[in-house]
């Protein structure tokens, strides 16, 4: 039975939600389903890449102030779902699930679904009152790693079984492109220089702080090193964090040697990966880790922290491992990580280890749960026009 899906994420930007749902998207699509990727776009520019699939863009509203985000974001959202139908609406995250549980309170849709990719601590109550309806509310629930499907039964009595990720082995391997050559004049890198690759921006769940004390120490011995620091486009506020980055960066007098990018343009991430010496990827907190799957993909060395969900889906043989809590442990895993011999090794067991997780197979996995949402009797609703389409 083909399907007609509303994929939803929070924003446009290439955040981990969002580049999952947009490549189950592609995937369900490729199995003959009909799936639309659907995000409130402030921008008006649409997606961060054009998918292989539908799409539809919510014009939204600028706010920097979070609970008042929160909250237009939803109302956004649920009024252009108002008059559209889906056989089945699956958000991925918390401000589109709320969203749909209002359209169910409301009568207008049966159900929907929810993956859980990692939940955030806030200590302000409405906006935690909003991520756990998020996924209270839904009709079924999905996760994409054990630890964090361990956490929704033990803490919330809610079964999410693990959908996983996947890794686009065309996009991502270790054959160089045509942009790889320009890649460093154009981010203003250091031609001579090995790097040390961090994705995802300045955060504290990223570790960023702990990978700079790591580098600091590292340059002591190989001044050959520069570390860059690429992404970073999120919702949460994380300007307290990024100014002790500042200023340890300051006060070390290095910072000739690191460069923060920024958000950049997403055909340029596998040349990142292959221009890197290394990933270093301690987050203290993840919901899967998509990041290594595409360097080890692009045959590049992946550091990652020795704690789940990494130790539940790579081996210890697929990377090199460290503590996020011990800088030392991370400065000589970039040791290793930076070795000739480590170099040779991920060039051929990274791409083999990346090709164990496939898009396919992920939106496989969720197909009983959509045929169950599609089985319920539908609202009564009709097609209000509310959605504009994204820029191609």
Same mark, same amino acid.
């Given at each position: 039975?083909?399907? %007609? ?5 929070? %924003? ?6 969002? +580049? ?23 921008? @008006? ?15 939204? +509203?600028? *706010? ?14 649920? *009024?252009?779902? #108002?008059?559209?139908?889906?056989? $089945? ?20 849709? !049966? ?21 756990? #309806? ?15 499907? #361990? ?46 690759? &961090? ?19 590292? #340059? ?32 070390? @007098? ?42 080890? &993909?692009? @045959?590049?060395?992946? $550091? ?58 992920? !939106?496989?996995?969720?197909?009983? &749960? ?13 097609? %209000?026009?509310?959605? %504009?389409?994204?820029?191609?």
């Amino acid at each position: 039975m083909t399907l %007609s899906i509303g994929i939803l994420t929070h %924003s446009t930007n290439p955040r981990g939600g969002v +580049v999952h749902g947009m490549a189950l998207a592609e995937a369900l699509c490729d199995a003959g389903h009909a799936a639309t990727l659907i995000a409130p776009d402030t921008t @008006g520019n649409g997606f961060f890449r054009t998918p292989r699939c539908g799409t539809r863009c919510i014009p939204a +509203v600028p *706010e920097q102030d979070l609970p008042t985000l929160v909250e237009r974001r939803i109302g956004e959202i649920r *009024e252009a779902l #108002r008059g559209e139908h889906f056989d $089945v609406l699956h958000a991925q995250d918390p401000l589109s699930a709320n969203a749909l549980a209002d359209l169910r309170e409301e009568g207008r849709i !049966a159900g929907f679904a929810r993956t859980i990719h990692h939940l955030d601590h806030f200590p302000h109550p409405v906006l935690a009152a909003r991520q756990e #309806r998020g996924f209270i509310g839904a009709t079924e629930l999905f996760t994409v790693s054990a630890l964090w499907e #361990r956490t929704l039964r033990d803490d919330y009595r809610r079964e999410a079984p693990v959908v996983g990720n996947g890794v686009d082995p065309v996009r991502f391997s270790p054959v160089p492109a045509m942009q790889d050559a320009s890649l460093r004049a154009r981010y203003h890198l250091p031609a001579e220089r090995r790097l040390v690759l &961090a994705v995802g921006g300045i955060e504290r769940r990223k570790n960023t702080l702990h990978l700079l004390e790591a580098f600091l120490a590292l #340059r002591q011995e190989q001044p050959d090193v520069h570390l860059v620091v690429v992404g970073g486009a999120s919702l949460l506020d994380h300007s307290s964090y990024r100014t002790q980055f500042t200023a340890r960066l300051r006060k070390s @007098g290095e910072g000739d040697h690191v460069t923060v990018t920024g958000p950049v343009a997403d055909e340029d991430m596998p040349s990142f990966y292959r221009q890197a010496a290394v990933l270093a990827y301690p987050s203290a907190t993840e919901g899967f880790g998509l990041c290594p799957l595409e360097a080890l &993909a692009c @045959g590049t060395p992946v $550091v990652v922290p020795e704690i789940a969900p990494f130790t539940e889906h790579l081996s210890e043989a697929d990377a090199l491992w460290c503590r996020p809590d011990d800088p030392n442990t991370l400065l000589q895993t970039l040791r290793d990580a930076l070795s000739v011999q480590s170099r040779d090794r991920f060039q051929v067991s990274g791409p083999a280890t990346a090709r164990r997780f496939d898009w396919r197979s992920v !939106a496989s996995r969720h197909l009983p &749960a959509y045929r169950r949402l599609a089985a319920l009797p539908r609202a009564n609703i009709h097609n %209000s026009g509310a959605f %504009s389409p994204c820029p191609k």
